[in-house]
Nanobody
Framework: QVQLEESGGGLVQAGGSLRLSCAAS????????MGWYRQAPGKQRELVAT???????SYADSVKGRFTISKENAKNTVYLQMNSLKPEDTAVYYC??????????WGPGTQVTVSS
């Protein structure tokens, strides 16, 4: 059974940095795409960043230039380096993975809180 587990969330002041990690277990296969979504209170879940097996990245406009997504295929692990954090980045961040068969997996989420 494939499971995704996030780590690295927490409380940080505006302008600070956090690094999120997401490790996949229960499979030896590399995912087609991995990434991060977030959901703030009262808002819909939104895409933050994704990275394909080939290393192609995509970012939401709101995080471009501040966040960097990366991965280690051998460990089926994806990272999100978040710099220059803003209070509006406060949300639950979810790890996401899509297999080559199109099946989607989600982590339980990790809270990121940015104080002003």
């Amino acid at each position: 059974q494939v499971q995704l587990e996030e780590s690295g969330g927490g409380l940080v002041q505006a302008g600070g940095s956090l690094r999120l990690s997401c490790a996949a277990s229960g499979t030896i296969f590399v995912f087609n795409t991995m990434g991060w979504y977030r959901q703030a209170p009262g808002k819909q879940r939104e895409l933050v960043a994704t990275i394909t097996n080939g290393g192609v990245t995509s970012y939401a406009d709101s995080v471009k230039g501040r966040f960097t997504i990366s991965k280690e295929n051998a460990k089926n692990t994806v990272y999100l380096q978040m710099n220059s954090l803003k209070p509006e980045d406060t949300a639950v961040y979810y790890c996401y993975a899509r297999g080559w068969d199109g099946y989607e997996y989600w982590g339980p989420g990790t809270q990121v809180t940015v104080s002003s």
